[in-house]
């Protein structure tokens, strides 16, 4: 859910108060929330972008010199405009970007070598290196995946971590369901959620020892 402006306010008042001396944890989680990937924060000089189609629909990948910054499902609610970056479909980093996920579509390609490059806070870095680590057609819990960061009371903040990821497929929020196996949220419909298992269930099927 957007945070509001004055929820904003409140929060950067908060940091500005010494709250996150006072309370580190709950400050990192609060940070979360303060710093979002927005077009506000991805709209920078020199970043451009790239749109292709694909058979779950149309994907805007945004990147700037040192990789892959965004890449949203052209309907979801938090995808940055276009309006203020370059198209650029001779880019290295963005022809990367759609060859691999267009390979993964087909079956091809389970793990991606894309550079990335998203605003992102530390707490944002944790659990987006963690996650990373869940191959294809495997899972987690949003429980297990804040474990794995030593902080085993933020599921909640990890949620919101992965409710704002701005790199989709490739950073596989998608993989993350709820403690009692339920779906969870995701950020770009959750009709999708269960469609990208299936699809990496049929071609990476996982072999239990």
């Known amino acids: 859910?957007?945070?509001?402006?004055?929820?904003?306010?409140?929060?950067?008042?908060?940091f500005r108060l010494d709250y996150p001396r006072l309370y580190p944890e709950r400050a990192q989680a609060l940070r979360s929330l303060v710093l979002p990937f927005s077009p506000e924060t991805t709209m920078k000089a020199g970043l451009r972008h790239l749109r292709f189609v694909?058979?779950?629909?149309?994907?805007?990948?945004?990147?700037?010199?040192?990789g892959l910054c965004g890449l949203y499902f052209e309907d979801q609610k938090d995808c940055p405009s276009s309006g203020q970056s370059n198209a650029d479909d001779a880019d290295p980093i963005l022809r990367q970007t759609r060859d691999q996920i267009l390979d993964y579509f087909a079956g091809r390609l389970g793990a991606f070598s894309v550079p990335?490059?998203?605003?992102?806070?530390?707490?944002?870095?944790?659990?987006?290196?963690?996650?990373?680590?869940?191959?294809a057609a495997h899972t987690t819990t949003?429980?297990?995946?804040?474990?794995?960061?030593?902080?085993?009371?933020?599921?909640?903040?990890?949620?919101?971590a992965l409710a704002r990821n701005p790199i989709i497929i490739i950073v596989p929020c998608h993989r993350v369901l709820a403690s009692d196996g339920s779906l969870g949220g995701f950020s770009a419909g959750l009709a999708r959620k269960p469609a990208l298992l299936a699809h990496e269930v049929q071609h990476w099927p996982r072999t239990e020892s």
Request: aromatic fraction near 6%; proline fraction near 11%; charged fraction near 25%.
């Open 142 to 160: 949003y429980g297990a995946l804040a474990r794995s960061i030593d902080s085993p009371r933020g599921f909640r903040a990890v949620a919101q």
């Open 1 to 14: 859910m957007p945070v509001s402006k004055k929820r904003m306010r409140v929060l950067e008042d908060l």
């Open 116 to 135: 990335l490059s998203p605003a992102v806070t530390p707490f944002q870095q944790r659990v987006r290196d963690a996650l990373l680590k869940v191959p």
């Open 54 to 66: 694909t058979p779950m629909g149309p994907l805007l990948a945004f990147a700037d010199s040192a």
